[in-house]
């Protein structure tokens, strides 16, 4: 009967080292996470500018900026807008400094602005004209009540000069009859007894 050999410690090495190997092979393997790139759609609001709210609130701050400048600084403002054909901001913004400066001439001149602009074919223009339609009927209610009082007044001036002329008159004729007053008339004489009075 044979005998085993004796295991020697190289031997005994292996055996661990296989031993570990089968016991590696039986353990579940780790997980692995698989990374991919997902293209996720992302929604990003996008805000559009209505021309004609821009136009609106342009128009509100530009009000507000020149309502209460003195009058130089209206005329620079005028100065600086310069042609009310060049842009519809500017046929506006010429429409509303005019309506302020409250001179003889300017709220005709702010009206034909609007009007110009409301009679522009220009793209641009079509945000801009809902407030020229806005401001024109106030601007022509404005300038009528004002050709108005310029009427009233020039009746009132041609009244008191007319009442001016009959008081020259007046003080005229009072003259002349202070002039042609009569004069101390001479004491009458005594009547003599029984003669007829003298017939006048």
Excluded: F
Excluded at 30 to 45: D, F
Excluded at 117 to 135: D, Y
Excluded at 169 to 195: D, Q
């Amino acid at each position: 009967m044979g005998l085993n050999p004796p295991l020697t410690t190289s031997m005994l090495r292996g055996l661990a080292a296989a031993l570990v190997l089968l016991l590696g092979a039986c353990a579940p393997l780790p997980e692995v996470t698989e990374v991919r790139q997902v293209k996720v759609p992302v929604r990003v609001p996008v805000v559009v500018v209505d021309p004609g709210d821009e136009a609106t609130r342009h128009v509100l701050r530009y009000a507000e900026r020149v309502r209460n400048l003195p009058a130089p600084e209206l005329q620079a403002e005028i100065t600086r807008i310069g042609d009310p054909q060049a842009s519809p901001a500017a046929a506006l913004e010429l429409a509303l400094v005019l309506g302020q400066t409250r001179a003889p001439g300017d709220m005709a001149k702010a009206i034909a602005a609007l009007d110009g602009l409301l009679r522009s074919t220009a793209p641009q223009a079509t945000a801009w004209q809902p407030l020229a339609r806005l401001l024109l009927p106030r601007y022509t209610e404005v300038r009528r009540l004002e050709e108005q009082l310029d009427k009233q007044n020039q009746q009132l001036r041609d009244s008191q000069r007319r009442l001016d002329q009959l008081n020259e008159k007046l003080e005229a004729l009072k003259a002349i009859e202070r002039s042609l007053a009569p004069r101390a008339m001479p004491s009458p004489t005594p009547a003599i007894p029984g003669s007829k009075p003298a017939l006048p």
